[in-house]
């Protein structure tokens, strides 16, 4: 089982940015996918999710600038950052949820910074 994020990097405050994250060695539809990111000294914090069904949720700091979404066909999972800040900085990592099983990713690092 593989999950890697993608798309992270250097941006402005107020830039767009999207992380991708690809799966394989799992059943992707049954699976949710949640997005989390862990800034320096800080514990991991759920920033968004979306279920099998492709219901969302979001933590209340990214409602109306993030959006998570999937394609089942290319098993990955999305997460689109519009109107990002400093406060956005962090490592963000992908991860997979069935019941009792759980997946990680390593890790994609964003950095918000002028």
């Known amino acids: 089982v593989q999950l890697v994020e993608t798309g992270g990097g250097l941006v402005q405050p107020g830039d767009s940015l999207r992380l991708s994250c690809a799966a394989s060695?799992?059943?992707?539809?049954?699976?949710?996918f949640y997005w989390y990111r862990q800034a320096p000294g800080k514990q991991r914090d759920l920033v968004a999710g979306?279920?099998?069904?492709?219901?969302?949720n979001y933590t209340d700091s990214v409602k109306g600038r993030f959006t998570i979404s999937r394609d089942n066909a290319k098993k990955t999972v999305f997460l689109q950052m519009n109107n990002v800040s400093p406060e956005d900085t962090a490592v963000y990592y992908c991860?997979?949820?069935?019941?009792?099983?759980?997946?990680w990713g390593q890790g994609t690092q964003v950095t918000v910074s002028s």
């Open positions: 991860s997979a949820k069935f019941i009792y099983t759980e997946y």
């Open positions: 060695g799992i059943n992707f539809s049954i699976f949710g």
């Open positions: 979306i279920t099998s069904g492709s219901q969302t």
